[in-house]
T-cell receptor, first 109, second 111 residues
């Protein structure tokens, strides 16, 4: 089974700061997912990537397949970015995803 | 309408009761999943289905059962609910190699 580690677990920052969330996994994968979960519970898919970098608005996701590591960056952070960010990879054996425990991000005005 | 709809959104039930959580999707995806989320543990896979005739157990299937009534509908049942099944439950769909789409979740409390 793939093991997924995220860091940090909790992050509080000021509005406008550059944010980095890290994800490491133990077994080679075809693609990695970054998800966002706002208070109230709903989960939204932000990125699915298998190599290089993807950008959507102020969010940037990168992945290094050789090092089994991915990062999620938020530029010019805003209080509305406050959420839990979850990294997920295909699970070993059964289908479905194996999830990290999430990074709880708070952006203060 | 949401792509993946879960009902109910919130439910409080008593120990020993049978309860069904329902999920329907308009994505046209074949693959559907039920996950459970507990604080500090992340999401864990309960059951998944590749089509109406294909049901598979996930990591934590004990105490749960599922039914795939149609391509668009995937229900999760707790035959006899117990307090440690109190959690946030998510249904999700996937087209195979694409991103996943999640429902809004069902918050279940077993008292």
């Amino acid at each position: 089974k793939n093991e997924v580690e995220q860091s940090p677990q909790n992050l509080t920052a000021q509005e406008g700061e550059f944010i980095t969330i890290n994800c490491s996994y133990s077994v080679g994968i075809s693609a990695l997912h970054w998800l966002q979960q706002h208070p109230g519970g709903g989960i939204v898919s932000l990125f699915m990537l298998s190599s290089g970098k993807k950008k959507h608005g102020r969010l940037i996701a990168t992945i290094n397949i050789q090092e089994k590591h991915s990062s999620l960056h938020i530029t010019a952070s805003h209080p509305r970015d406050s959420a839990v960010y979850i990294c997920a990879v295909p699970g070993g054996g059964a289908d479905g995803l194996t999830f990290g425990k999430g990074t709880h991000l708070i952006i203060q005005p | 309408d949401a792509d993946v709809t879960q009902t109910p959104r919130n439910r409080i039930t008593k120990t020993g009761k049978r309860i069904m959580l329902e999920c329907s999707q308009t994505k046209g995806h074949d693959r559907m999943y039920w996950y459970r989320q507990d604080p500090g543990l992340g999401l864990r896979l309960i059951y998944y289905s590749f089509d109406v005739k294909d049901i598979n157990k996930g990591e934590i299937s004990d105490g749960y059962s599922v039914s795939r009534q149609a391509q668009a509908k995937f229900s999760l049942s707790l035959e006899s609910a117990i307090p440690n099944q109190t959690a946030l439950y998510f249904c999700a769909t996937s087209g195979g190699r694409g991103p996943y789409t999640f429902g809004s979740g069902t918050r279940l409390t077993v008292v």
